[in-house]
Nanobody, 124 residues
Framework: QVVLVESGGGLMQAGGSLRLSCVVS????????MGWFRQAPGKEREFVAA??????DTFYSDSLKGRIAISRDNTKVYLQMNSLKPEDTAVYYC???????????????????WGQGTQVTVSS
């Protein structure tokens, strides 16, 4: 079964930077388009970023574009976050999609597998 594990979360000061990582079980990473989502208490799960299987295409939330970057290598998917704000406080989830990634499929329901999440807390 596909298992995703996030890491890199923690307590940060506003204005700082953080890099989250996600490992997909086995040797199957290239099979999936990957995404990052986040969910704050009492809010819906929100799209953050996504990357195609090859890494050739990336997509970002309009509200976060310019201060985040998604990337991938042979073993992991990363989310670089800069200029952190208290509003970034949330549980961040890594997700995998079997089908080809398309701009119209950047929703939580379009992803097939999910990690347990990693907490990011940003203080003012």
């Amino acid at each position: 079964q596909v298992v995703l594990v996030e890491s890199g979360g923690g307590l940060m000061q506003a204005g700082g930077s953080l890099r989250l990582s996600c490992v997909v079980s086995g040797r199957t990473l290239i099979t999936y388009a990957m995404g990052w989502f986040r969910q704050a208490p009492g809010k819906e799960r929100e799209f953050v970023a996504a990357i195609s299987r090859s890494g050739g295409d990336t997509f970002y939330s309009d509200s976060l574009k310019g201060r985040i970057a998604i990337s991938r290598d042979n073993t992991k998917v990363y989310l670089q976050m800069n200029s952190l704000k208290p509003e970034d406080t949330a549980v961040y989830y890594c997700a995998a999609r079997l089908a080809v990634l398309r701009p119209g499929s950047l929703t939580a329901g379009s992803f097939n597998y999910w990690g347990q999440g990693t907490q990011v807390t940003v203080s003012s």
